[in-house]
């Protein structure tokens, strides 16, 4: 066994009032630090002005934001574009109150799509080689791309189709926090006050079910002082079975049997344990966190060997190529809610990445042209 975990990691690094930071937002700046030092040191090695590095990194950091956002609300979250237009890029919601929500949701190939396109403009602006300044740009968003991937993975995103290879991994946090403000006794008292105190997931050992990707998990739920039989009972039979039979993307609870309990009373004190089946799946955020930083290790280490060896273009390219085709194929092992087109059951994101590699290889073959020349 490989991996095949239950993975319980709060996305919040700490909450302070209406602010919150994510490990997301944290790992993004910590990667973007790192790309700005090894893109300096790039450039000394290549006797490049320190302020065309620095020219470079701005332009390319502001291209791949823009970029990210845009087709993420485009692509994949429209709503927010035609309802939230102010949310594309203000973190902040006033309704019900005000809160800080940041600006979590990204899209990779939009960061490279955009940073394609604002490297254009500063080739043209400063009379710079866009090749030159490809190279160098690409590399960066690589360089970030691994942090992003580790960001995702803390925050329990971009997992896959459930699966019984060793990789596979059950998040949990999301049922944690679900039924934590789970409102009590809908039947009764709609809207009524969460009961529990603590929520605690372990990995089981009976199998209720056989299926791909199951896993038997236990879930104890603690109650507050003053929980009574019934209210306990009323809350597991009516919320707590809805909430787990509805959550269909990490667990399977069939409708067509009652809920696994059972309940324990201490001085008092209600606790139950819940016997129910979790869905691992492909942590596709590690599998290209992986990849993506053999890519670079690969590349800086080749770079830093044969400092002169590459044509203008060349490492652009392999990045593009690269990044591309590791992102389309392991979509194949992405959820595909609906095909875009019925006899292509190709998900949104392996779309783009088409145009991507095309744009890859027309870098690759002008830079051999040049070299030619």
């Not at 929500?101 to 400063?126: D, P, R």
Request: charged letters at 15%; glycine letters at 8%.
């Amino acid at each position: 066994m490989i991996l095949n975990f239950i993975w319980n990691i709060n996305p919040d690094i700490f909450t302070f009032g209406p602010f919150q930071l994510k490990w997301l937002t944290a790992l993004l700046v910590v990667g973007v630090l790192v790309a700005r030092k090894l893109l300096f040191f790039v450039g000394s090695k290549e006797s490049t002005n320190p302020s065309e590095s620095r020219s470079v990194f701005n332009f390319t950091l502001a291209g791949a934001i823009i970029g990210a956002r845009l087709f993420y609300v485009v692509f994949i979250e429209p709503d927010i574009l035609l309802n939230k237009p102010a949310q594309i890029f203000f973190p902040f919601e006033f309704n019900p109150g005000f809160k800080f929500i940041g600006i979590g949701q990204f899209s990779m190939l939009g960061a490279l799509v955009g940073v394609f396109i604002i490297l254009m403009i500063y080739a043209k602006l400063k009379s710079k080689s866009y090749f030159w300044s490809l190279d160098r740009g690409v590399f960066l968003i690589a360089v970030i791309f691994v942090f992003l991937r580790a960001g995702n993975l803390l925050q329990s995103e971009y997992f896959g189709k459930p699966t019984e290879s060793p990789t596979g991994i059950l998040a949990v946090n999301k049922i944690e926090k679900g039924l934590l403000k789970l409102p009590c006794c809908a039947m009764r008292n709609p809207n009524g006050e969460n009961p529990l105190d603590t929520v605690s997931l372990k990995e089981g050992k009976e199998m209720l079910h056989e299926g791909v990707g199951f896993k038997p998990l236990l879930t104890y739920l603690f109650f507050k002082d003053g929980a009574t039989e019934q209210l306990v009972n009323e809350f597991l039979i009516g919320d707590v079975k809805t909430y787990l039979f509805e959550l269909t993307d990490q667990i399977f609870e069939p409708g067509t049997e009652p809920l696994h309990y059972t309940i324990f009373v201490d001085s008092n004190n209600y606790m139950a344990r819940i016997q129910t089946i979790g869905l691992a799946r492909h942590p596709l955020q590690l599998y290209e966190g992986v990849l993506f930083l053999i890519l670079t290790g690969t590349l800086i280490w080749y770079g830093n060997k044969h400092p002169k060896k590459h044509q203008e273009g060349r490492l652009a390219s392999l990045l593009i190529l690269s990044i591309s085709g590791i992102h389309f194929f392991i979509e194949f092992m992405n959820v595909l809610p609906r095909p875009l087109i019925k006899s292509l059951p190709l998900t949104v994101d392996q779309y783009i990445c088409l145009p991507i590699f095309l744009f890859g290889i027309v870098i690759l073959i002008t830079s051999y042209k040049k070299q030619k020349a």
